[in-house]
């Protein structure tokens, strides 16, 4: 099927064919789940971003406005940091409510690979240690849902975000997408 170019020297580990899909069962988790998330969607947003931004600060080359910014508090005033927030929630939100239509949630998270990948040019290691840090906020934050259990599912449904994300990077013909973190 797809294979990555560069995939052969061992560096960059073959794309799987496909995301690993969500039961009935696991989508239903990560809906509830998300509900009690999205009420405060922009302060979760704000706190996922600036750890993202402390613990990888190299991140913050692509935001023009906060990237000389190093501390938490003047990052929460941003107001391009907050934009950025409400957008990465919204497109979490618009994968969430439509778990249930694949080809819906393949064309959103398309449109994020392919913006961020032209137009941006990020690397797409970024999705996987956002991932992460969504994670962890989540877990931190809503310990009461956030249950062994219920990250599990939350895992396997960002390594199937970061699937479709990066799948968008190789067909515009960006050359190595690492599937494992650096």
């Not at 990020?122 to 956030?146: A, M, N, Q, R, T």
């Not at 259990?149 to 396997?156: M, S």
Request: hydrophobic fraction near 40%; charged fraction near 25%; proline fraction near 4%.
């Amino acid at each position: 099927q797809e294979k990555l170019l560069g995939g052969q020297s061992g560096e960059c580990e073959d794309r799987p064919e496909r995301a690993e899909p969500l039961s009935d069962a696991e989508r239903e988790i990560i809906q509830d789940t998300w509900g009690h998330v999205y009420k405060n969607c922009e302060d979760v947003g704000v706190s996922v971003l600036i750890r993202f931004f402390v613990n990888f600060p190299s991140a913050k080359q692509y935001f023009s406005q906060f990237r000389e910014l190093e501390d938490p508090e003047e990052m929460e005033q941003s107001s391009q940091l907050r934009q950025h927030a409400c957008r990465v929630m919204n497109a979490l939100n618009t994968v969430v409510e439509n778990l249930n239509d694949p080809e819906k949630v393949s064309s959103v998270l398309a449109l994020v690979g392919k913006a961020h990948a032209l137009k941006h040019k990020v690397e797409p290691i970024y999705f996987k240690i956002l991932s992460g840090v969504i994670l962890e906020v989540l877990s931190e934050d809503f310990p009461e849902c956030f249950t062994a259990e219920v990250q599990l599912v939350w895992t396997k449904l960002m390594g199937a975000l970061y699937w479709h994300v990066t799948g968008a990077y190789t067909e515009v013909g960006w050359l190595q997408v690492s599937s494992s973190a650096v």
